[in-house]
């Protein structure tokens, strides 16, 4: 096999999902992923670092992102209208390379292990946002309330996107979830 | 040693502390705990199945007892009052058995493998106000979305109420959580 297999992560990020999704994530090993997607297991692990990764694959680009997006809002700006417009432009690049978004939900809500993993790929979001919100000059205790709020926002919203099943642009679902949060404290 | 020790179990988190405090989480064996609570190894796995849940005794309780203060609202109650008044009762009681939250906030603090067991036990308490609201007849999206907001109001007012020092009752600092929620949804 040749070194150099652009298709290669594609080929094992799907044939994961698929395999997770027959035979359960607890059942699927390294070896049979990097089979299905006609690789060796040593080829899988050049990719990614265990069997978890395949299913979080870029999420480390997310937080980079949405702190470039929040420190360079306006300056004027309320700060969760600055991390709710990050998280819209980022989300809305995200979702166009979000395929199989759907039954990757499905894996991750039936693996305690996967939901584990993805709550601390959250938390690199709100610490992301946080610090962003800082060098803006908010304070740290707004900032952090802040920046869990928007995180929060984020996963709902994206949810809301697989349900509609690509009929609703991101930030839409994104300003549906807000204003439900927003008329859930009005209420109170 | 007698096999009826009504204080080991607290000699034990308190050994556990310490110990974390002293060393770092991870250089702590569950043997050293153990010996510094004049117990055995074996006797440590009585009352704790790993190194972790010592940090984490009675928080089993919280999710049944919120869900049922959830579902006792009087049911005019919005959801997400209904939710947070549950929480304000059952957080006032919590931390009157609270000895040591700022000492052991600073252990988790330190360690990732502590944020993730938090992090899954926040989990469960958004599930258990979730499940009760459901019981009220509110729809499942609105009901996951106010036990998110509500779990996450929940873990920043615990916050505030260790850095006040006793000093504001803990049903206070999460009003004044919810409000400053309300006013950033409020600024968007």
């Known amino acids: 096999m040749a070194r150099w297999d652009p298709g290669a992560e594609e080929r094992l990020k799907r044939a994961a999902l698929e395999l997770y999704l027959e035979q359960g994530y607890d059942n699927v090993t390294v070896t049979q992923i990097a089979e299905r997607a006609g690789l060796t297991r040593r080829s899988y ?3 990614f670092p265990d069997k978890r990764e395949v299913l979080f694959a870029g999420s480390e680009r ?3 992102a949405l702190a470039e997006a929040v420190r360079t809002a306006d300056p004027d700006t309320a700060p969760l209208t600055a991390a709710l417009d990050a998280l819209a432009r980022v989300g809305a690049r995200l979702v166009e390379h979000a ?4 039954e990757r939900r499905t894996v991750i809500d039936a693996s305690p292990e996967l939901q584990e993993r993805e709550r601390t790929k959250a938390a690199a979001i ?3 946002i946080r610090d ?3 060098q803006r000059h908010v304070d740290a205790g707004t900032a952090d309330l802040i920046a869990q709020l928007a995180t ?3 996963h709902n919203a994206f949810q809301r996107w697989i349900e509609a099943k690509g009929r609703a642009p991101f930030p839409n679902c994104l300003d549906a979830v807000t204003d439900e949060l927003r008329a859930a404290l009005g209420g109170t």
Chains 1, 2 share one sequence.
Do not use: E, I, N, V
Request: proline share 11%; aromatic share 16%.
């Open 132 to 134: 962003a919100l800082k």
């Open 45 to 47: 692990f050049r990719y």
């Open 99 to 102: 395929d199989g978004a759907k």
């Open 62 to 64: 997310l937080p980079p």
């Open 152 to 154: 929060m926002a984020f």
């Open 126 to 128: 709100t610490a992301a």
